[in-house]
C-alpha cells in the first residue's frame, strides 16, 4: 500500500466489501484513499460502458473529492481518468461537448514545449534515439549517400547526435538527405533551420525533404526515394495511430467493458494482477444490456491500412527501419480492458515523475495534464477513429513486420552497451532495459514501457 508521504505508486488490492465511500472521504489516509480511488475508477467505468448516467454521475463525484492534479500519485492518477471518464459520458450529448470543447486550442509552441520536456524529463526517448542512431550507422557502413525518412519528425536532437557521428567518419561524411513527416508545418520549418544550421557548421552535406502530411493520408511520391540512396526509415512513437484507420466513420461511445483481475498491492512502485483476486472481478462485470457485439468493437488488430503501410515501406527496400512504441495494451475492444490496462501503465509513468520531480513542479504538472492526460483521455473517451492511442504490445509488432515482408535486425551489442551506460548515469533508480527477441524493452522497475526494435526486408 502507499503510505504517506511516499513517493511511489503501488499495486493495489481491492476487497468487495470496501463498499461505497462514506461522506467523510477527505479525512481517509493515504492508502484507504488509494484503495477508495481504484474502486471508484472500475466501479464507474463499468457503469459508464453500461450507460448508467446517473450511477456513474455520482461515483464521479465521489472520485472527484479524493482526486486532485496536484496530490499524491495515486490522486494525480485519478484525477485523469476521472476527467476521461467524464468526458466520454458527455460524448452522449454531441452539443454540449462540443460546446465545452470549442475554446480549447492547443498552441504549437505548447505542444513542442510539452515534448521537449518529456525528453529531458525520462530517459525513454534518449535511449531510443542512442539505439537507433547506432543501428543506422552500423546499417550504412561506406555508404556515401544516406537518406533517413522520419515518420514523426518532432524532435531534432536525435539527428543532431547522428551529425557528429557522421562527420567523425574517417572517409568523411556522406551525402545525407533527411525527410522529415509531420502535420504541422511550422514544427518542420524548426527542425529543418535547426539540422540545416548544424550542417554547415559540420560540413556535411545536407538536404532537408519536409512533408507535410498525417501518416495515414501520407503520399509517398512526397518521399523522394531515389536509386542509388541508402534508405534508413524511423518511426517514433507513430505507427499505432494507423490502427484507427480501419474504424473511420464508425462511432460507439457507449462500448461495454469487463476485468479480468483487480490489481493487487505490493511494496513495487507498480500495479500488479494476480490469480488470487480473480473472484473480485465479477464484481465489475459488465451489465447484460452492454454488448461488444457491434460492428464498431470489431478487432484492428489486423488492420488493413497498417498492413498496405508497412507493405509499401518494405517496398522501398530500407537497409533498416527502426521502430520505437509504446508497449501497452492499451488497444482493448472494450472500455474496461482498456481502462484497467492504462491504470497499470501510466501508474508507472506518473512515479517515474514522482521520482524525479517534486508535486509542485509546473513541469510535472505540464507533462501529466498535456501529454498524459491528454493520452489517457483519448484512450477512455473516444471510440472509431477519434481513438488514436491504440498502443499494443512488442510481440503483436513482431507479427506484423513480420507479415508484411520484413525480418528482425537485432540491435547490436554495442549500441545496447550505450544505452546501458547512460540509463546507468541517470539520476533516478528504477529504470531497466531488456533485451527480447533481438529487441529492447525499456523498462520501470520490472512493468515494459517503450520497445525499440530494428527490421529489414527478408527479400
Known amino acids: 500500500m502507499q503510505e504517506e508521504g511516499s513517493s511511489s505508486v503501488t499495486s493495489l488490492s481491492l476487497s468487495p466489501s470496501l463498499g461505497s465511500p462514506r461522506p467523510m472521504l477527505k479525512e481517509l489516509r493515504s492508502e484507504e484513499r488509494g484503495l477508495c480511488l481504484i474502486h471508484l475508477l472500475l466501479t464507474c467505468g463499468n457503469h459508464v460502458a453500461a450507460g448508467n448516467v446517473e450511477t456513474a454521475n455520482v461515483l464521479l463525484g465521489q472520485s472527484s473529492m479524493l482526486a486532485s492534479p496536484e496530490g499524491d500519485t495515486m490522486q494525480r492518477i485519478a484525477a485523469y481518468f476521472t476527467e476521461a471518464l467524464a468526458d466520454r459520458m458527455l460524448k452522449a450529448w454531441p452539443g454540449l461537448h462540443r460546446a465545452l470543447n470549442s475554446t480549447r486550442i492547443v498552441m504549437v509552441s505548447e505542444e513542442v514545449l510539452t515534448r521537449k520536456l518529456f525528453y529531458e524529463i525520462f530517459p525513454f526517448m534518449k535511449i531510443a ?11 550504412m557502413q561506406g ?3 544516406i537518406h533517413i525518412i522520419d515518420l514523426n519528425a518532432v524532435e531534432s536532437a536525435q539527428w543532431l547526435a547522428l551529425f557528429q557521428i557522421l562527420s567523425a567518419r574517417p572517409e568523411g561524411p556522406p551525402h545525407l538527405r533527411i525527410t522529415g513527416v509531420h502535420h ?7 527542425i529543418a533551420y535547426r539540422l540545416v544550421e548544424e550542417a554547415e557548421k559540420l560540413d556535411i552535406p545536407f538536404q532537408f525533404n519536409p512533408v507535410v502530411s498525417k501518416l495515414e493520408s501520407l503520399d509517398f511520391e512526397k518521399l523522394r526515394v531515389k536509386t542509388g540512396e541508402a534508405l534508413a526509415i524511423i518511426s517514433m512513437l507513430q505507427l499505432h495511430s494507423l490502427l484507427a484507420c480501419d474504424d473511420e466513420g464508425r462511432r460507439n461511445p457507449h462500448l461495454a467493458g469487463t476485468s479480468n483481475a483487480i490489481p493487487r498491492q505490493r511494496r513495487q512502485p507498480m500495479f500488479q494482477s494476480s490469480s488470487s483476486e480473480k473472484d473480485t472481478a465479477n464484481e465489475y462485470a459488465p451489465s447484460p444490456d452492454s454488448s461488444s457485439s457491434s460492428p464498431a468493437s470489431l478487432t ?3 488492420s488493413k491500412h497498417m498492413e498496405s503501410f508497412l507493405n509499401a515501406l518494405c517496398g522501398l527496400s530500407p537497409k533498416v527501419m527502426v521502430v520505437t512504441e509504446q508497449d501497452s495494451n492499451h488497444n482493448g475492444l472494450t472500455l474496461m480492458e482498456r481502462l484497467l490496462e492504462a491504470l497499470y501503465s501510466y501508474a508507472a509513468l506518473f ?3 514522482e521520482c524525479r520531480l517534486p508535486r509542485t513542479s509546473l513541469e510535472r504538472l505540464r507533462v501529466e495534464k498535456m501529454l498524459f492526460g491528454e493520452e489517457i483521455k483519448n484512450i477512455v473517451a473516444c471510440e472509431g477513429f477519434e481513438r488514436r492511442e491504440r498502443h499494443e504490445k512488442l510481440d503483436k ?6 507479415l508484411a515482408g520484413f525480418g528482425n535486425m537485432p540491435l547490436s551489442y554495442f549500441g545496447m552497451l550505450q544505452a546501458k551506460r547512460f540509463l546507468q548515469s541517470y539520476r533516478c533508480d528504477g529504470y531497466k532495459m531488456r533485451e527480447e527477441n533481438g529487441c529492447v524493452l525499456i523498462c520501470w522497475q520490472d ?3 517503450f520497445s525499440v526494435s530494428a527490421w529489414r526486408p527478408r527479400k
Open 129 to 139: 534515439f542512442v539505439l537507433t542512431n547506432q543501428a543506422i550507422i552500423e546499417a
Open 143 to 145: 555508404e556515401k549517400m
Open 184 to 190: 504541422k508545418k511550422e514544427i518542420l520549418d524548426q
Open 300 to 302: 484492428t488488430s489486423n
Open 351 to 353: 512515479d517515474c515523475l
Open 397 to 402: 509488432w513482431i507479427q506484423r513486420f513480420y
Open 447 to 449: 512493468r515494459p514501457l
